[in-house]
């Protein structure tokens, strides 16, 4: 599976981005969709995931009440979308694919795409 990010960019406070991940080479029916953000200096975060097949989603303590995670099947693209974004959400934001039953940990993804990176300034 390869994962292309893309979407991210410079907001300012308060502002709104949709980031988006496109999977080709191999269906992803099956799998678990899911963003990770790394700052330097620190590990990197869970922020959401999908599971592609039936549904279900779910989020790190950065995104709850703030972010969306969402698929489109016909496109093989999951878009994560960022509602008030505050200067702590910079980081590069990465999305990554796997079929572990887990979700929130860098070990449950078998495929990463390159990262985006999301600056909030004003």
């Known amino acids: 599976v390869q994962l292309q990010a893309s979407g991210g960019g410079l907001v300012q406070p308060g502002g709104s981005l949709r980031l988006s991940c496109t999977a080709s080479?191999?269906?992803?029916?099956?799998?678990?969709m899911g963003w990770f953000r790394e700052t330097p200096g620190k590990e990197r975060e869970f922020v959401a995931a999908?599971?592609?097949?039936?549904?279900?989603?779910f989020y790190g303590d950065p995104a709850k009440g703030r972010f969306t995670i969402a698929g489109d099947n016909a496109k093989n693209t999951v878009y994560l979308r960022m509602n008030n974004l505050k200067p702590e959400d910079t980081a590069v934001y990465y999305c990554?694919?796997?079929?572990?039953?887990?979700?929130?940990?860098?070990?449950?993804?078998?495929?990463w795409g390159r990262g985006t990176l999301v600056t909030v300034s004003s």
């Open positions: 990554a694919a796997g079929r572990s039953d887990t979700v929130i940990y860098r070990s449950d993804y078998d495929y």
């Open positions: 080479g191999r269906t992803i029916d099956g799998y678990v």
């Open positions: 999908i599971r592609w097949s039936g549904g279900g989603t």
